[in-house]
């Protein structure tokens, strides 16, 4: 209470005449303030054009992956396959123990920028169709053929990188010879792939207790 300024009396009701607190300005749960909006607005869209749970938990992660933070991890991400494309074009000739490793850099890194660049695209693209639900979003075909490339290239580059960890060397006039700088870059970066995996399942698991307290 403002000493200075106390609230006057009213003698007519027998009440003060205190300003209405903010609450009270709050009709419905559409006039909060706009920072509530951003993200739990979005959820109870989502939870209004979902027809049953499995629908709402999948457009829980749509509004997950389409926050700011995700949006910076995605540009970081995207990072991986133009190192993957200059690290295999450098080290072209420089692992015979192995010469597909290289290879196996450049083609995944080339075909992992435009298969980001199209989500990308798709995404906009779904975001800017306001009329839309979020059953009714569009995918991309191309998009789907591109991961499933991506998903067998993954597969071979496994058989390549591990089939030689024991066996190669850093002698350049040996026939099992592959810089260790390639090797050990093509390593981690399939390793990593692994461990982002586990990180998924772990935040889908959250995102499933988030979507069980909002539906």
């Given amino acids: 209470m403002d ?42 869209r989502a939870k209004e054009t979902s027809s049953g749970a499995l629908t709402f938990f999948k457009a829980l992660l ?9 949006t910076i991890c995605v540009g970081l991400v995207l990072c991986i396959p133009v190192s993957m494309i200059v690290i295999g074009t450098i ?32 995404r906009a693209k779904n975001n800017n169709d306001s009329t839309s639900t979020y059953e009714d979003r569009k995918s991309n075909s191309f998009d789907g053929l591109l991961g499933v490339f991506l998903l067998i290239w993954f597969i071979a580059g496994n058989i390549w990188i591990y089939r030689i960890y024991d066996k190669y060397n ?20 399939t390793t990593s792939v692994y461990i982002l995996i ?7 698991c959250c995102a499933g207790c988030i979507g069980c307290l909002f539906y």
């Fill in 91 to 122: 080290y072209l000739d420089d692992c015979p123990a192995e010469r597909f490793i290289p290879i196996y850099l450049i083609v995944g890194g080339v075909f992992g920028v435009i298969k980001n660049l199209s989500s990308v695209v798709q």
């Fill in 170 to 189: 850093d002698d350049p006039d040996d026939e099992m010879f592959c810089d260790p700088k390639v090797y050990w870059f093509a390593f981690w970066t």
């Fill in 3 to 44: 000493v200075e300024n106390p609230p006057s009396y009213n003698n007519a009701t027998g009440e003060t005449d205190q300003p209405p607190l903010y609450e009270e300005h709050l009709s419905s749960p559409d006039d909060m303030p706009p920072s509530y909006d951003s993200i739990f607005g979005q959820m109870r």
């Fill in 62 to 70: 749509v509004i997950i992956v389409g926050t700011i933070g995700c």
């Fill in 198 to 204: 586990g990180i998924t399942i772990f935040c889908t």
